[in-house]
């Protein structure tokens, strides 16, 4: 009984390491993050073309500066409140193993 108890655990264990995993705050921070540093490094340096077409304003910079604030939110989000693996049903929690109620 102990042994199907620690498989149990081990079980719920492994799945709450896959929902924080491919908890989809982590993606989409992630990607925010990475563009926003690639916009941002656009934005330092504009030329004269790209800053008369968008009347004198640094476009680049301060998208990719939201981006990364955008970014960063959502990985400091993921951070505070971690993905919890789903409960089970109740009455699957209830039943005892091995009652023949398979």
Request: hydrophobic share 50%; glycine share 8%; net charge negative.
């Amino acid at each position: 009984m102990s042994d199907l108890r620690k498989e149990v655990s081990e079980l719920e264990r492994t799945s709450a390491t896959a929902a924080r995993l491919f908890d989809i705050r982590r993606i989409i921070g992630g990607l925010f993050v990475v563009y926003g540093v690639i916009v941002t490094i656009a934005g330092l340096d504009p030329s004269d073309a790209d800053l008369e077409k968008a009347e004198g304003v640094h476009v680049n910079l301060w998208t990719g500066l939201a981006m990364l604030a955008l970014g960063l939110f959502f990985l400091v989000w993921m951070k505070l409140r971690p993905a919890e693996a789903p409960a089970a049903p109740e009455a699957e929690q209830e039943r005892e193993p091995g009652s023949g109620a398979d």
